[in-house]
């Protein structure tokens, strides 16, 4: 039973008809012109969708495609966005941000987003830190089978957390100094995990896309396998069209 429309992304006022797309619960994804701007959606089975795997994917998937298929440059929308009626979308976005969603279009154009998730291991960046610094490695050897006071060993600790802060900054500086040239804009999130020490997305052009992935790639090789690393070179640029921004 349909319940709504459930909305995908924005699209400048292109002819999407030739796209065939499947969309959550499995419905067929059908683009919508208003006001000068192209809309993909689908009918909504759902009065609200959770954000599962499942769902977010397909969400995900949708603009991908549409991406895949020559419709580059797009404003993806938020998860879950179901609407009764295009009279609501005009009255709350299309008439009064038409101004700012053309900005945003334009800053959008020949752009793609790309991603870059840095882990590493703590207990091996230890070890390793430990081996390089044979005094502290000293130091902290004295902590255990001896009696030492509660100010040798906090300072002790503070001098390996300095250390380890030191080498995760290093790692950080590396990536940030050698890929932030070829972008436009950047959004530093939060790590999402302890292990994860690094969590940022590029603007960039999309002809420079193989020579940021070669300047991931000669990090990668720098740092000799200590470091796991996620790059995602094709995603809707959610960090950048963030609808937020007209407000």
Request: proline share 4%; net charge negative.
């Amino acid at each position: 039973m349909t319940t709504g429309l459930y909305l995908y992304g924005i699209f400048p006022d292109l002819n999407l008809a030739d796209l065939a797309l499947e969309g959550l619960d499995k419905q067929p994804v059908q683009p919508h012109i208003l006001d000068g701007f192209t809309f993909l959606y689908s009918e909504a089975q759902q009065e609200r969708y959770l954000a599962s795997r499942k769902n977010l994917l397909g969400h995900e998937k949708v603009l991908e495609q549409a991406m895949h298929a020559g419709h580059r440059t797009l404003l993806p929308l938020q998860f879950g966005l179901v609407i009764q009626d295009w009279d609501t979308v005009a009255a709350q976005l299309t008439q009064p941000y038409h101004t700012s969603l053309h900005q945003l279009f334009a800053k959008l154009e020949g752009k793609r987003e790309v991603s870059v998730k840095v882990f590493w291991e703590q207990d091996h960046e230890l070890q390793l830190l430990l081996d390089e610094n044979p005094t502290l490695k000293a130091q902290r050897d004295n902590l255990e089978g001896k009696s030492l006071s509660m100010e040798e060993v906090v300072s002790i600790g503070q001098t390996i957390e300095r250390s380890l802060q030191a080498r995760k900054q290093q790692i950080i500086t590396a990536f940030h100094t050698a890929l932030s040239p070829l972008a436009s804009e950047i959004v530093e999130n939060a790590p999402m995990t302890e292990a994860m020490i690094y969590n940022t997305a590029y603007l960039i052009d999309w002809e420079d896309e193989p020579t940021f992935a070669e300047r991931v790639e000669a990090i990668d090789a720098t740092f000799a396998g200590r470091l796991k690393i996620r790059y995602n070179n094709f995603t809707a640029p959610f960090n950048f069209a963030q609808m937020e921004a007209l407000n």
